[in-house]
């Protein structure tokens, strides 16, 4: 079983940069599609980008597009969400997540369906 692990989170001002990493434990993530996910208080769980298994494709929801960029490194078992310009909107809890089906990074609408493993998730808080 996946044992997906987040790190990378923290205080950033607005403006400012982070990028998450998720990486696994005991098993590849070269079949699996990957995704982010973030939940802020009070609000339901979003999906707000995935990565395909083998890198071709990658999905963003609309309140991220030009400012988050993911990407995967299969050597190393981990993606990574590279996140600048954040917003205090931005501020919440960051879950990766893998699935086995591509065919689920066609969109974010209803990503979460599709993915089976979960990380424990990390904190971004975008504050000055």
């Known amino acids: 079983q996946l044992q997906l692990v987040e790190s990378g989170g923290g205080l950033v001002q607005p403006g400012g940069s982070l990028r998450l990493s998720c990486t696994t434990s005991g098993y590849s993530l070269d079949y699996h599609v990957l995704g982010w996910f973030r939940q802020a208080p009070g609000k339901e769980r979003e999906g707000i980008s995935c990565i395909t298994s083998n890198g071709a494709r990658t999905n963003y929801v609309d309140s991220v597009k030009g400012r988050f960029t993911i990407s995967r490194d299969n050597a190393k078992n981990t993606v990574y969400l590279q996140m600048n310009s954040l917003r205090p909107e931005d501020t919440a809890v960051y879950y990766c997540?893998?699935?086995?089906?591509?065919?689920?990074?066609?969109?974010?609408?209803?990503?979460?369906?599709?993915?089976?493993?979960w990380g424990q998730g990390t904190q971004v808080t975008v504050s000055s």
């Open positions: 997540a893998a699935g086995d089906s591509d065919y689920v990074c066609m969109s974010t609408d209803q990503l979460q369906y599709g993915m089976n493993q």
